[in-house]
C-alpha cells in the first residue's frame, strides 16, 4: 500500500511538473518604441524552437525595463502590448502593473488570456510580440521576460448540502436571512473559491459572487417559497463541471405577532436602565393596525409590496415624577433593522400622537422618545407603535421604558420572585412572596405561547411541548410586570 501511494504521489508531481509555467529566454536587447506602429520581437516559431513543454497554456505575463531615452516627454502609461499567436492576439493596454504619467524609469507588465484562451506548442508554437505606444514619443525597451501559464485542473463538485439538505421543506427563516452550507469536493484540487448560484427556476439560476468559504448568507429570503441553488467550485478560473441544482422550501408565512393591534398592547415594565427589562419584538406576519393619526416621522408604508410594512404595539405606565425614556435598539440574536416609533397618549381607537421618532436611539437606525414631567403624563398609560422604516424589511429590535429616577425597591419587594430551571428542559417552576397574578410566556417572532393566572405564590408551567430556543416570560405580582429570559432545551 505504501509503495502505491508512494508512486502516485511521484506521478502527480511530475505531472504538475510537466504543466508548470514557462518562462523564455530573457531579452536583453534595446528596442525603442516610437509611436502606434508596433515594434515585433519574435518569442517562439511553429516548430517551437524555444521548447516549450507540450501543454495548454492558458494566460501571460511580459515584463520590461522601461525608460526614457531624453529625446521628447514619454509617459510609461502610453505603452500597449500585442501578443500574439496563430489563433489571434491579445491587446493589453494600459499595462496592467508599474505604468505612470511621468518619464520616470519603471519595470511594466501586461498580463492576460492567450488568444483563444489555449496556446500548445506542440502543435504549433508561433509566438510574437507587438510593442507600440499610443503617443508619438520615443522610449527604450529592454529585458523582455515572457511567461506563459497553463490551465489549472478543474475541481470537483462540492458534496451534497449540509444545510439545508436537498429537497427540505419547511426551512426556518428569521428576519429574512438564511444561511446555506455545504461540503468541499473530497477528492480533486482544491477549490480556491466557490461560484454560487440562486434563482426560482431550475437550470436558469443567477450568479450571486464567489466566495471562499463553505457557506453563504442569504438576505430577503420570501416565506412559503423554493429556491434553487448551485455551488460550483473554481480552481483559479477553471470552473467544476456538471455540478447539481439542490432545492428547498421555506415555511410558511407565521401568524401575526400577538400585539399586532393596539387593544393586544404588549405592556413594558419600565426600569432604571433599557436592559432591566428589554422586549424583542418583531414586524414579520404584522398587518396594518388601522389606528390614526399616522405617524408624522420616518416612512409608515403598511403596503409595500415586501410586506413587512405592518405595526405592532406597546403600553406603558409613565411613572409617578412624570420622567420615562422608551427606546428601540437591534435585537443582539436577530438582524437589527430600522425602527420607526410614534408614541399615543388617548386610547386604542381615539389616539392622539405625543411624538413620533426615527433615529434617535444611540444604537443606529433605531428610536427614541423622552416623556417629561412638563408634557403632563405621570401616571397615564401612553402607546408605542413600532413600524419598518419604508416597510420592505423584516424587524428584530428590542423595545424597554427606562428612567434613572425610577426607584425599584418597594417594587422588587412586592413582586420579587425567582424562577428555575434555566435552561429548562420540562417544567418551569415559579416562587413569589405575594400571589403570581398572570404569566405570559411569549417567543422570538412575539407571539404568545402561554397565558396562565396562577392566583398562587407557587407556579410550574409546563414547555415540554414547546420547541427548543429562547423564550420571554412576563410575570405579574402586585400589578407589576417584570420579564425573564428562559432557554428551553
Known amino acids: 500500500m505504501k509503495k502505491i501511494t508512494l508512486f502516485f504521489l511521484m506521478a502527480l508531481m511530475c505531472s504538475f511538473t510537466a504543466m508548470a509555467q514557462f518562462t523564455f529566454p530573457l531579452d536583453t536587447g534595446m528596442y525603442q518604441t516610437t ?3 508596433p515594434v515585433v520581437v519574435a518569442v517562439n516559431d511553429a516548430g517551437n524552437a524555444a521548447g516549450v513543454p507540450a501543454g495548454v497554456y492558458e494566460t501571460f505575463t511580459v515584463t520590461y525595463d522601461w525608460s526614457d531615452p531624453g529625446t ?8 500597449e502590448l500585442d501578443f500574439t499567436t496563430t489563433a489571434g492576439t491579445t491587446n493589453v493596454d494600459p499595462p496592467t502593473s508599474g505604468g505612470a504619467t511621468s518619464g520616470a524609469s519603471t519595470t511594466l507588465t501586461f498580463s492576460g488570456a492567450i488568444p483563444g484562451g489555449a496556446y500548445d506548442p506542440s502543435v504549433d508554437g508561433f509566438l510574437e510580440l507587438g510593442l507600440f505606444r499610443s503617443y508619438s514619443a520615443p ?3 529592454t529585458n523582455i521576460s515572457v511567461t506563459i501559464t497553463p490551465a489549472l485542473p478543474a475541481p470537483n463538485c462540492a458534496e451534497m448540502p449540509i444545510s439545508p439538505m436537498d429537497m427540505a ?21 482544491p477549490p480556491t473559491a466557490y461560484e454560487f448560484f440562486l434563482g426560482d427556476t431550475p437550470g436558469s439560476l443567477t450568479s450571486l459572487g464567489t466566495t471562499t468559504d463553505t457557506f453563504i448568507d442569504l438576505v430577503n429570503v420570501a416565506f412559503n417559497a423554493q429556491y ?24 410558511m408565512l407565521p401568524p401575526p405577532p400577538s400585539n399586532n393591534d393596539c387593544a393586544n398592547a404588549t405592556p413594558i415594565t419600565p426600569g432604571a436602565v433599557f436592559s432591566e427589562n428589554p422586549i424583542v419584538g418583531t414586524n414579520v406576519s404584522a398587518t396594518d393596525s388601522g389606528e390614526t393619526p399616522l405617524p408624522s416621522c420616518s416612512l ?20 409617578a415624577d412624570g420622567n420615562l425614556t422608551i427606546e428601540t435598539n437591534a435585537d443582539p440574536t436577530g438582524t437589527g433593522g430600522d425602527t420607526g416609533m410614534s408614541v399615543y397618549t388617548g386610547s386604542c381607537g381615539a389616539l392622539a400622537e405625543l411624538e413620533c421618532d426615527d433615529d434617535d436611539s444611540p444604537d443606529g437606525f433605531f428610536s427614541q422618545v423622552v416623556i417629561e414631567p412638563v408634557d403632563g403624563l405621570a401616571n397615564q398609560v401612553v402607546y408605542i407603535r413600532i413600524f419598518e422604516y419604508s416597510g420592505n424589511n423584516p424587524l428584530a429590535f428590542q423595545i424597554s421604558a427606562y428612567s434613572a429616577t425610577l426607584s425599584n425597591d418597594s417594587v422588587d419587594n412586592e413582586a420579587s ?14 416562587n413569589a412572596q405575594n400571589n403570581i397574578e398572570t404569566v405570559r410566556m411569549y417567543n422570538m417572532l412575539g407571539q404568545e405561547v402561554m397565558n396562565a393566572k396562577p392566583q398562587t405564590v407557587d407556579s410550574e408551567l409546563d414547555m415540554s411541548s414547546l420547541e427548543t430556543g429562547t423564550y420571554f416570560v412576563q410575570v405579574t405580582i402586585a400589578n407589576v410586570t417584570k420579564t425573564v429570559r428562559v432557554i428551553k432545551q
Request: net charge negative; with cysteine.
Open 72 to 79: 521628447s516627454d514619454p509617459w510609461s502609461s502610453e505603452e
Open 139 to 141: 522610449a527604450d525597451i
Open 417 to 430: 420572585f425567582s424562577y428555575y430551571p434555566n435552561p429548562v428542559k420540562n417544567t418551569l417552576t415559579l
Open 35 to 37: 509611436g502606434p506602429t
Open 228 to 251: 434553487y441553488w448551485q455551488v460550483v467550485p473554481l480552481n483559479g478560473a477553471e470552473p467544476a463541471i456538471g455540478c447539481a441544482e439542490w432545492t428547498f422550501t421555506t415555511e
Open 169 to 189: 421543506t419547511d426551512v426556518a427563516i428569521f428576519g429574512g436571512e438564511l444561511t446555506l452550507t455545504w461540503t468541499a469536493p473530497s477528492a480533486g484540487p
Open 300 to 319: 409608515y408604508d403598511p403596503i409595500d409590496p415586501e410586506g413587512f410594512g405592518g405595526d405592532v404595539w406597546y403600553s406603558v405606565t409613565v411613572p
